[in-house]
């Protein structure tokens, strides 16, 4: 495989560069002080030092090191996790997983784990450069096999980036033979309502040389969905909605997303379960090539949708989420008495963490039982 060097501002590092990278976190301060914090509680500094310094290559880091920490963290904030569907997928192919996105850092660093634990090859990751809050987590996560996306460039920039980010996509998946994940969306659906990004479709069918459907053909596009049964979040969210309603002009801070990736890994998330759909490559061949291409992204969009709607998996709080919103009580069989009253103090303890000046209760319950009632609501349209 040729090394493109046009891609080396956003690609992972090679194994070659795995060593100076770990030294450059091992000696960036703010790395010691955060992430021995929120990442490997109860270790020491030197015993840190001395598992990263064992780490030769990528897949020491990956296979070993994070996957221990992945599974750990996990083990402490989640009652289980699960993962089926692997009859949908081959060892000896490459795809690109396209997924709902509940938790900035947990939803791809789980999947590389999980794939790992059952002996396929993990993926790179897409990750936005507005999370690269700081040096050490730019080094970690392109040791972590991720590559970047940037965001928020001008108008006249963002073709060269849309076509650079395709260019390599299309190369990781048809040279370098490395699967990869990337969200449906830019940013999570702060309401859990997934829908595809139309936008992020066009970006992919750019490279490839033929037409719209053969370009997307050649990424072998799989849906995969992410289900929590609690999202950690969900109160920062909803506090986000009020303060957008309440000032058109507010924008989140640097420390909001690094509140966002710290409350996602240290809060509790009850069961967890990921789930492979099919590749949506049969499907593509039904379509109409004749079709305007408008009409042919917005069909390809409703096909990685339904792949995501129909394998999420859910638990008491969604069907009371949903009863409360839309439901009439239609799956009042799904839970108990007990887990109403489980789901009434999880929300309110939720709500409870909210600090706002102008607090406004019944659009916060709202907001949060919404973040669990979309995705019923999305599968029973399929």
Not at 149 to 161: D, F, H, N, T
Not at 181 to 193: F, H, L, M, T
Not at 246 to 251: A, G, S, T, V
Request: proline share 3%.
């Amino acid at each position: 495989m040729e090394k493109r060097t046009e891609f080396d501002e956003i690609r992972p590092y090679y194994d070659e560069e795995v060593v100076p990278a770990i030294e450059k976190l091992i000696n960036d301060p703010l790395f010691k002080q955060q992430v021995m914090r929120f990442v490997f509680p109860g270790m020491d500094w030197e015993m840190i030092t001395a598992r990263l310094r064992s780490v030769q290559n990528r897949r020491d880091l990956q296979q070993g090191l994070l996957k221990h920490t992945v599974f750990s963290m996990v083990g402490k904030t989640s009652a289980s996790i699960e993962c089926t569907g692997f009859e949908n997928i081959r060892r000896d192919k490459t795809y690109t997983y396209i997924s709902n996105h509940r938790d900035i850092v947990l939803d791809a660093s789980l999947l590389s784990t999980l794939l790992a634990a059952n002996e396929y090859d993990t993926v790179e990751i897409a990750i936005g450069d507005n999370l690269l809050l700081y040096p050490w987590i730019e080094h970690l996560v392109r040791l972590n096999k991720s590559f970047i996306v940037k965001r928020g460039v001008s108008i006249r920039q963002m073709l060269e980036v849309s076509n650079q980010l395709s260019q390599y996509i299309h190369y990781a998946i048809t040279e370098k033979k490395e699967s990869v994940w990337i969200a449906q969306r830019e940013g999570r659906a702060k309401d859990s309502n997934d829908r595809t990004q139309e936008s992020l479709l066009k970006m992919l069918a750019m490279a490839g040389g033929q037409d719209f459907l053969s370009n997307l053909k050649e990424l072998n596009i799989t849906p995969l969905a992410i289900s929590y049964e609690y999202d950690p979040c969900d109160y920062l969210k909803a506090m986000e909605f009020q303060q957008r309603r309440d000032n058109p002009e507010y924008k989140k801070t640097q420390g909001d997303d690094f509140l966002n990736m710290q409350t996602g890994i240290s809060g509790y998330k009850g069961r967890i379960h990921f789930q492979f759909g099919q590749a949506i490559n049969p499907l593509l061949d039904d379509l109409d090539r004749h079709l305007p291409k408008n009409e042919l992204v917005t069909a390809v969009a409703s096909l990685i949708d339904k792949g995501i709607f129909q394998n999420y998996r859910f638990y008491p709080g969604n069907y009371i989420a949903y009863d409360r919103l839309w439901g009439n009580n239609r799956f009042a069989g799904q839970y108990s008495e007990q887990d109403i009253l489980t789901f009434d103090a999880y929300l309110n303890g939720q709500l409870e963490k909210i600090v706002l000046e102008n607090k406004d209760i019944p659009f916060l319950t709202e907001k949060i039982i919404e973040m669990y009632a979309y995705p019923v609501k999305n599968q029973l349209e399929v």
